[in-house]
C-alpha cells in the first residue's frame, strides 16, 4: 500500500488531490487538517473509504505517525489574500514556515518523498513576464501580502535545504492561480466572487481598473501536475511552474462570467488592494520538458464546471 499524507487534505486543493489519488486501490491517504479556511464539507463522501483517514491537526505543530508514510504533499496554508493577511497574518507565517519544517522533519523520519505547494506569489510584482523559474521575483518583503509570499519563500528554502542536507527527497512546485469545484464560496477570491455574484444578478465587484491579469488553471489540471511531480522518475526537485499560461485581465474576465452565467449583473469598481499583482502569466517550458505536462481544459469548459458547482451549492444553502 502506497501511504499518502495530505496536509490542508479539506482545502480546495487537497480535497480535490484526496478524492483523485484515493481512486487508486493501491493508495491509502491520511488528509490532515486544521479546518482554519476549510470544510469536513468537502471530503465528506471520502469517510467511509477503508482507505481513507482524517486527522485534526495543525500543521504549526510537530507531529508523529506510527504507520510509514511514503509521499507527503504539503499544502496546508490559507490561499486566499482576505483571509492569509490581516489578523491572520502572523499565523500565515508561521504555518508556511514551521508547517514546512514539520512536514520535513516527518518526511526525514519516514524517508518519504515530499511535495511543497509554493506559489507563483513568490515571483511577487514581476519585471519578467511571463514568470519563468530562474526569475528570483520582486516581492516587498514588509507589505501585507509578506506573510505568504515570504513565508512560502522561506519554506520553499526549507526544502533545498533538507535536500541538500539530509539527501531527502523534495519536490517544489509554484503554483499559479487554480479555480474549480469545491472553491469556498466566500474566501474572497475572484473566481468565487465573480461567480456567485453573477448567478445572484448581484453587482460584480472589480479591484482597480480591472487591467491586472491573471492566469487561470482548473483545478483537475493542476492535480494532475502535483501528481506527476511528485512521482518523476528522474527526481527533478525544482521548482516547477504549474499553472495555465492563458492570461486574461479581470476586466474581460467578470465580461466572460456574465456571458457564461447569462446574468444581469451590473460592473462596480472597488479600490485595488495594496501590493495586487499587476500581471502574472506562467512559463510552463519546464513542466513540459520535465513531465510532459500542460494544462488539457480550456477557460470556457473549465468555468462552466465552476458555474455548476457554485449553482447547485447556491441552491443547496440558500446563500
Ligand atoms: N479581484 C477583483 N474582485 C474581487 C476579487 C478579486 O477584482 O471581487 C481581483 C484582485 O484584486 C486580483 C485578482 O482579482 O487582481 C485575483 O485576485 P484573487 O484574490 O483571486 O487572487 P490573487 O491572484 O490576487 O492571489
Known sequence: MNKILITGGAGFLGSNLCRKLIQDENNSIICLDNNCTSTLDNIKELFQNPRFKFIKHNVINPIKLDENINEIYNLACPASPVLYQGKNAIFTTMTCVYGARNMLELAKEHGAKILQASTSEVYGEPFVHPQNESYRGNVNPIGVRACYDEGKRCAESLFFDYNRIYETRTRVVRIFNTYGPYMSCDDGRVVPNFIIQALKNDDITIYGNGLQTRSFCYVDDLIDGLISMMRNSENFIGPLNLGNPFEINILDFAKLIIELTNSNSKIVHLP????????????????????????????????RNTINYFSNFIKGSKL
Not at 282 to 292: C, F, G, Q, T, V
Not at 294 to 301: A, E, G, H, M, V
Open 272 to 303: 485595488m488592494p495594496k501590493d495586487d499583482p499587476t500581471q502574472r502569466k506562467p512559463d510552463i517550458s519546464l513542466a513540459k520538458e520535465k513531465l510532459n505536462w500542460s494544462p488539457k481544459i480550456n477557460i470556457q469548459d473549465g468555468l
